[in-house]
């Protein structure tokens, strides 16, 4: 039965000018044999493809595709990698201006875009916007928006080769560091190729996993046959349902609905059937084609719709009618509210089933250390506490003898913000085979897991005075919910709860139904269930302003939400410079002198939008425990237990400062915004600053990276860790001065009276004679959110928050009224986020958003053929905006500050995303005359649209 | 991905080449591999052995040859997009490639694997038929020239025989006041395969077109000489209204599909705006030709 293996060959490889000799299969490629055989890991792979870029290196120059490559066909190349860019300890000038300008996210595209930038400034060093363009046309990148790569690129000139590090350049001689635009703390390791990602991580002796997965949308398991894949050489361990605990494992603890491998059903194409775990990744692979499934097929339902009716598939048996979760609230008065009305319009919407798409794959890799009794579990994710908390569920033992491990993450956006069965299938198996366990999705295999935003099919109903004052809101939603809950209960609540904050809304209501479809389980993509309600909601308010002849900026102050206001859904908001937001884009878009007056085919338009600056309340309820053996406990109308935690803890020579908080850094910039806050409480500079979030070891919990929380949340933890390390502080000098601790300051990298000028000393010099008398300096800090939050209906713990953040967006594009072809130009953005702790980064999740929404309007959407087969399940056809797409963008932030933040910090993340969708609906309504209300907006709708309007003229 | 039980083979020359070709099992060509891998990554074709072209020097170069221009099939999109003779003899080509792919597919796609791959929606046909140009193919004993209007036969189908290897593509040069303009709609700016793409050639004597080729791709499983609407180019004088009927008619002349890409309607109303803007810029090409001239 033993297969036909290819024979291996020994190749020289010519890399950043060392030669090495490898012994290579003839159908390896390039980039698996850098990235498995040399170890040079700063080459990622994205798609496998040919798309992404991620895995660019330099072939005799050339900026080529190394998953495109056979390695043994780049004998006597030249090849360059990241690795090679500048020499060891020097950084490359590009390197600097990337650093510099902000260019880096995430960080998983950055080795990429970085070499095929460094090819284009060799052939032109002082290349145009266009040519840049070009030259990183193959680069995709899903976080920064390109804005800043392309920046960077322009002026990299200005630097210098220079000596790492780089971020004690940045100690100036202000201390200052909060509010300033300071360079991301891992940045010189993302533009080296150092930063380690999950996938990067190596273990002897390490086994690989794959995953079989269901080729049927809904079926019977009969009969499943392993043996042969069992007796495949090179296979370890072949799993099945029987072989995984019989516990349900999902997001909302009310609908936990989801076994590790398929016991019974399978749900979808794509449910997890078995895994392989093999020698290396090709066996696993080879070998699941030989277990055999036999399936006895049922009838699948793949829209809301159908699937409510009598008589439709059922996908659970918990789930009547195949309704996973049905809200339906109403506040005030909708009947009085709209009799009131001089003017109710009611328009359908359909907001797209998109893919978060983060540039890297989920990855997890699994061994069990300290006798054996301590499972150590490396995740790509955003949550490592939920992690965490349900491996300790599934496995059935105490989170105690689980440590989780979060590397360097590629990208989020909520793809990856629940246990995956990567996570938890490499636990098992790391268990049963004594062996470390890595399991990597491809990009084909992150689509089939989903997890993507719902689509939502929605009605809305707005009533207005005729001053444009709103008096009544409805609305009625379906959300397509796919197979699984995963997030889903707090989706469906999401698209109703955030509608009354951004407007004075005195009547509300709203009806909600998650429906269970036989696809891919929707989760939270950044925005989280808000977006197409906001959507929808601002483009109806537009429609309704023009036909009230009023100006849609002008509707929108006059309904604008205030500050210190309890929303209709008994939500508080405190700060709130939202109509601050709205003045600006009006006058820095010149949207006076622009909106209807410009010719066909150009078009400007605005959107609005806020979100949470972290949820009210946990994901689950009670206290941190094992949850089997937790009682079902009772809502309580507070925090359990802190929802971020931090240690701060000083080196014992007093120069380095050392937080530890399990907060996330995927991207977005938490170890930075992080790190400020804590030099700046501290009165250290940043550089002095060395933040560990990666292990649940050593930094004690955070919730993690969802609901845009950790600036507001972690910081808060982290500043009262840091004033208990200074008021450790103050005491031990003030001892020593013979003053009191209140009298004492700590600035610029020293300890001083605030008024007796000869009394002053080195900080490191006050840690270390603290550590003298007291042993080691730590200060502890915590967060939980104000008690009593929300309302007391039903679902009323979902849209709380301890602040609001607020913003308004104007877009302004050009349609090819022949076509359809919509190009988007140019983007105003103004937000209200609080003090901006970082103002580069809050721009930078600005420019992010306003190319990911874009992306959504127009191009992006998950296809499926009608039998529950995603038709686009890779990045040649799933289409993500590229450089060459994205339009000018400038982002500005208002004055606000919120007494609930850290220095008054709110959420910058996700909020941005949420004014996108409908600036650009409403900018290409503008520009052609038609609305088109199905996103996404593609050139087909525009010109059948377009067309319709034609005949019926 | 790994592809296990592949062979790579690298022939120094042509003949070897061909030879591995008509001896080995499941054999094909590797040029650029940016089809062909991610074919065999998806599993969407069985290949044992590779046979790398990438040392066989006949196969490059982009050169004038008597009054014809010669491709060598492995010359990238890059070099079509840089190359001097195709930037002033046939521009559109040279926009083709431009409109493809990425930066760095550019630099390792080849010529040869563009149309040997017979995509319906591959980007360099339309404009090399409108051009006129043949593909020169070698098998074992004899080599032979065909017009690439007629070589290929259906989706990744052609007329190229097992142990056939395409080494050359010829263009004749374009008789002066011709113009060729290639347009392309696609849903992206990079990194798109085309919803449709027109390549257009005019030939205007005395005032009137005396050929015209319309050529339409990705709306048939092979690109489509639109014959009836460049023969109703044919004598007239170059016009709007004359040019709205070609495109009208071109339209008709496509047969398209619907897909992930597009829908019949959506792809048909392309043809017909496509089809006139190529012939627009075509006719400016000869106008511009002709101001240069005088
Ligand atoms: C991200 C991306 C974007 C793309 N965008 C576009 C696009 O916009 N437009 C477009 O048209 N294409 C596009 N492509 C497809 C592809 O890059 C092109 O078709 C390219 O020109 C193929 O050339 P190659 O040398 O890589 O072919 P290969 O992959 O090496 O070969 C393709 C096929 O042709 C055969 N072959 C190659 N050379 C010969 C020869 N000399 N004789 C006989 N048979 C031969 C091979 O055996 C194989 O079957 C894209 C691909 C990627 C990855
Ligand atoms: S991994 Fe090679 S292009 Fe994406
Ligand atoms: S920074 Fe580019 S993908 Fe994340």
New binding site residues.
Partial sequence: MKEERGKHRIVVLNVNSEEHSVAVKDGETLLDVLRDKLRLTGTKKGCN???CGACTVLVNGQPKNSC?LLAAACEGDEITTIEGVAGEGVLHSLQRAFINHGAIQCGFCTPGMIISALDLIKRNPDPSEDEIKEALS?NLCRCTGYTRIIDAVKSWKKYKKTKEPPSRSYDSEKFLTVGRSLPRVDAADKVTGRAKFAADYYFQNMLYGKILHSPIPHGRIKKIDTSRAENFPGVKLVLTGKDVPDITYGVSPARYDEYILAKEKVRYVGDEVAAVIAVDEETAEGALNLIQVEYEELPAVFNPTEAVQEGAPQLHERYKNNINTHVDHHFGDIEKGFAEADCIREEEFVGNHVYQNPLEPHTSIAYWENDGSTLVLYSSTQVPHYVHYMVARVLDIPLGDIRIIRPTVGGGFGAKAATTPLDLITSIASKKTGRPVKMLYSRKEMFLYGRGRHKQYMKFKIGVKKDGRITAVKSKIYLDGGAYSSFGVITAYYAGSMIPTLYMIPNYRYEGFRIMTNKPACGAMRGHGTPQPRFAFESLLSMIADDLGIDPVEIRLRNAMEANTRTCNDLDVRSCEFKSTLKEVEKKSGWREKYGKLPPGKGIGIGCGGFVSGAGYAIYRGQVQRSLEKKPEAFQKKAIFPHANAIVKVSEDGTAVIPLILAAEIGQGAATVLSQMCAESLGISLSRVRIRMEDSDISPLDLGAYSSRTTLMGGNAVVMACRDVLKKLFATVSEIWGCKPQELEAGENRIFHKRDKSKDMEWAEAARRYFNEHGPLVGTGWYKPPEELGGDYKGAAVGTSPAFSFGSSVCECRVDLETGKVKIERFTDYHDCGTPINPQAVHAQVEGAVVMGSGETIMEEVIYDGKGNTLNPNL?DYLLMTIKDVPEIFSGIVDSYEPEGPYGAKEIGEGATLPVLAAVAHSIANATGVWIKDLPITPEKILKALKNKEEAA | MVISDIALHFPKNLSEAIRLLGELEEA????????????IKQGLVMVKNLIS?KKIKE?KGIEKKGNRIRMG??ST?EEVMSDPLINQYIPALADAAA????FQ?RS???????I??A?P????PPTLIAAEATVELHCSDSSREVSLSEFFTGPREMI?GKG????SVFIPLPPDETGIAFQKF?LREA????VVNVASKLTIKKGKIERALIVLGAVAPTPVLASKASGLLCGNKPSDSLFEKAALTAREEGNPISDIRGSIWHRKELIQVLTRRTLDEALSQVQGKLRRGK
């Fill in positions: 493809l040919g798309v495109l193959g040649h | 094909r060509v590797l040029a650029g591999g940016t089809d062909l891998l991610i074919e072209l196969l099939a492995l999109l409109s493809m792919a990425s597919i390792m796609a080849t010529v040869g694997g563009n040997s791959s995509v929606s591959a980007d360099l190229c056939e290897l395409l080494t696609a990194s798109a395969l085309a």
